[in-house]
């Protein structure tokens, strides 16, 4: 089965710089990815997603840029906010739609520094 | 207006005690997914229904069972809850679209305690 691998497990960042999120699958076969946002006591939301036949996708501060070859990719948030502190998954899914459920990272607990 | 609605959102169960867990949504999606969610892990798919067809994962335990009456509604009943059982459980569902856009969207979760 798939296999999701996410890097760093912490992240802190001051106000204002970049964070970079990287996660790497091992199934080729996979072709859908996303990205959820996950605050305390909350469910998963989903912020950004890819497919893989595009190869970087943006949406404001957010883009998420895909390396098929080498089976990774990574989030990218801009200008952070302290609103952005929250848990991040990456995920993967082996269906064009993941109407197969997806297989999860385990997670990137982004702290944001005033 | 949230759109995927999980109830409980808090459920202290005994050991060994019969529980369900409740799902509904308002989306009209054909597919809807359970996920086990462990103290700072990441969501693990349970099992999902694809229209009323039930697709278990491998490693799920014959101790968590799924229901879906209809579209709208999904639920998760667990046998006889142990103390490892105590997680967070996440109803997500999507359209499968075939190679459109099939967004999953989660519920806020139910918490379990096992007492």
């Known amino acids: 089965g798939e296999n999701v691998e996410q890097h760093p497990s912490t992240l802190s960042v001051q106000e204002g710089d970049s964070a970079v999120i990287k996660c790497t699958y091992s199934d080729s076969a996979s072709n859908y990815f996303p990205w959820y946002k996950q605050e305390l006591g909350k469910g998963p939301q989903l912020i950004i997603d890819i497919r893989s036949n595009v190869g970087e996708k943006k949406d404001q501060r957010i883009a998420v840029t895909l390396n098929k070859t080498a089976k990774h990719f990574s989030l990218h948030i801009t200008e952070t906010q302290p609103e952005d502190s929250a848990v991040y998954f990456c995920?993967?899914?082996?269906?064009?739609?993941?109407?197969?459920?997806?297989?999860f990272g385990k997670g990137t607990h982004l702290i944001i520094q005033p | 207006d949230a759109m995927v609605i999980q109830n409980p959102r808090y459920q202290v169960t005994q050991f060994g005690k019969p529980v369900t867990l409740s799902c509904s949504q308002t989306l009209n999606h054909n597919v809807m997914y359970w996920y086990q969610q462990k103290s700072s892990q990441a969501p693990k798919l349970l099992f999902h229904?694809?229209?009323?067809?039930?697709?278990n994962e491998a490693d799920t335990p014959d101790n968590f069972q799924s229901r879906r009456p209809n579209t709208s509604f999904c639920f998760l009943d667990i046998r006889s809850p142990g103390l490892g059982d105590a997680a967070m459980y996440l109803c997500?569902?999507?359209?499968?679209?075939?190679?459109?856009?099939?967004?999953?969207?989660f519920g806020q979760g139910t918490r379990l305690t096992v007492v």
């Open positions: 995920a993967a899914s082996i269906t064009g739609g993941g109407a197969d459920g997806l297989t």
């Open positions: 229904y694809y229209d009323k067809d039930f697709n």
């Open positions: 997500a569902t999507s359209r499968d679209g075939g190679h459109s856009s099939v967004e999953a969207f």
